[in-house]
Nanobody, 128 residues
Framework: QVQLVESGGGLVQAGGSLRLSCAAS????????MGWFRQAPGKEREFVAGIAEIGWSGGGTSYDDSVKARFTISRDDAKNTVYLQMDGLQPEDTAVYYCAAGPNRTVVATTLWGYDYWGQGTQVTVSS
């Protein structure tokens, strides 16, 4: 079992930045592909970014087109933590952001079914 806890959310003005963290316990994250998803009120949960396990899968990344060039996902396996650096935030980025862990694959999963473990989420609110 992997327990995931997100932090770093908050209220920010449009154009601002936040860095989300996802800390894991129970098992080492180095064996997993990791993803960030978000869910806005009244909408389905959607993929934001993902990063593959490094040792066998190469650590490749994938981003939704809506966040490409603004968000950066990274991992520090020594700290058992995954990050999402969010720059140039816009009101449409307002959502609860979830961290997820899934089996290592060379290709990063972009759907909910590609992940087995989920955190409780952290709220990000961007004001205009």
């Amino acid at each position: 079992q992997v327990q995931l806890v997100e932090s770093g959310g908050g209220l920010v003005q449009a154009g601002g930045s936040l860095r989300l963290s996802c800390a894991a316990s129970g098992r080492t994250l180095s064996h997993y592909n990791m993803g960030w998803f978000r869910q806005a009120p009244g909408k389905e949960r959607e993929f934001v970014a993902g990063i593959a396990e490094i040792g066998w899968s190469g650590g490749g990344t994938s981003y939704d087109d809506s966040v490409k060039a603004r968000f950066t996902i990274s991992r520090d396996d020594a700290k058992n933590t995954v990050y999402l650096q969010m720059d140039g935030l816009q009101p449409e980025d307002t959502a609860v952001y979830y961290c997820a862990a899934g089996p290592n694959r060379t290709v990063v999963a972009t759907t909910l079914w590609g992940y087995d473990y989920w955190g409780q989420g952290t709220q990000v609110t961007v004001s205009s």
